[in-house]
């Protein structure tokens, strides 16, 4: 599960959701010299698996793991790209936090650990372009300035549908592939429409309800707090560009928060499942633990009290 979404909760929350793009409005690819290869390069169908209907197989277990921000930190600006040397320090900076933070919490009076800590999939790798952020237009890597007012997946594949489960919060879209018209509901996750352009998925979605919130303050550097609104349109892109590699790239257009449509892209590494469901359960011994650690202090606080009485 990423711990981002990076992120990548928050990318996951907020750009797999999905999207509708202005003829005008140029595709993720087109603002990213790299992606647009990576886009363009046709894989081989010797290497990238396909149905039986000839479409580009998009099915598997897909991570979007990273240490890449979704906007680029002020400290980089003008900085598009790591060197090879400096995306081994990011990774290796991240690991040692989430050692540290690790034993710090083991430390603690009281502690009795983190019970979720084998669920977690903490950002750890760099993007393979070494992007300084998830964001690609505008070419700041940042958002947009905002208006007046303003994890895992699982993917299964078939001809007329695609479903993307998502393990964080576990929601899941399913998303038409047969051409059948938007639906003129206003839904959490929107109303979503795909279709191939050569071998990659285009998926189009409007109709949120303007009622889910993700540019929160801590999901970015610059904060903001707008939650998106019901004009919110997202294209989003699926390119299997390699068998452990499945390109996904965003544009998201909200004329009632951003001054301007913006770009992302992040390439999502093949990983093993299966994704697990994201719920407490009647196995999970967490609360017994705490209170039993809870009652030790307590009995220990009165012992001590006892004691200083004497």
Not at 250 to 266: A, L, N
Request: with cysteine.
């Amino acid at each position: 599960m990423s711990s981002e979404l990076v992120t990548l909760t928050v990318i996951s929350a907020a750009i797999f959701l999905s999207p509708v793009q202005m003829e005008a409005q140029a595709p993720a690819s087109e603002a990213n010299p790299a992606a647009k290869e990576a886009t363009v390069t046709k894989a081989k169908s010797a290497t990238v698996p396909h149905l039986p209907d000839g479409r580009p197989d998009l099915g598997g277990y897909w991570s979007n793991n990273t240490v890449a921000p979704l906007e680029r930190p002020q400290a980089l600006a003008g900085k598009e790209f790591l060197t090879d040397d400096e995306a081994r320090a990011l990774e290796k900076n991240s690991r040692e936090r989430t050692k540290a933070s690790d034993f710090q919490a083991s430390q603690r009076p009281g502690e009795v650990g983190d019970y979720n800590a084998a669920f977690k999939e903490d950002s750890r790798w760099a993007l393979p372009n070494k992007r300084t952020s998830i964001i690609t237009d505008p070419k700041d890597g940042r958002m947009p300035p905002l208006t007046p007012e303003a994890h895992n997946y699982q993917i299964i594949q078939t001809h007329d549908h695609l479903m993307s489960v998502t393990e964080m919060i576990h929601d899941t879209r399913i998303i038409p592939l047969d051409g059948r018209p938007h639906e003129n509901i206003g839904q959490w996750m929107g109303d979503s429409r795909g279709h191939w352009e050569d071998d990659t998925l285009v998926v189009e979605t409007n109709n949120f309800n303007g009622k889910r919130g993700w540019f929160g303050t801590p999901m970015t550097e610059g904060g903001g707090g707008k939650r998106p609104d019901a004009k919110m349109r997202v294209v989003e892109r699926f390119t299997r560009t390699a068998p452990d590699i499945l390109l996904y790239q965003f544009t998201i257009d909200d004329p009632g928060i951003f001054t301007k449509p913006w770009s992302g892209e992040i390439p999502m590494k093949s990983t093993g499942g299966p994704v697990y469901e994201y719920a407490c359960h009647e196995a999970n011994y967490s609360m017994v633990d705490i209170l039993s650690g809870a009652r030790a202090e307590e009995r220990e606080a009165a012992e001590a009290a006892r004691n200083g009485s004497k």
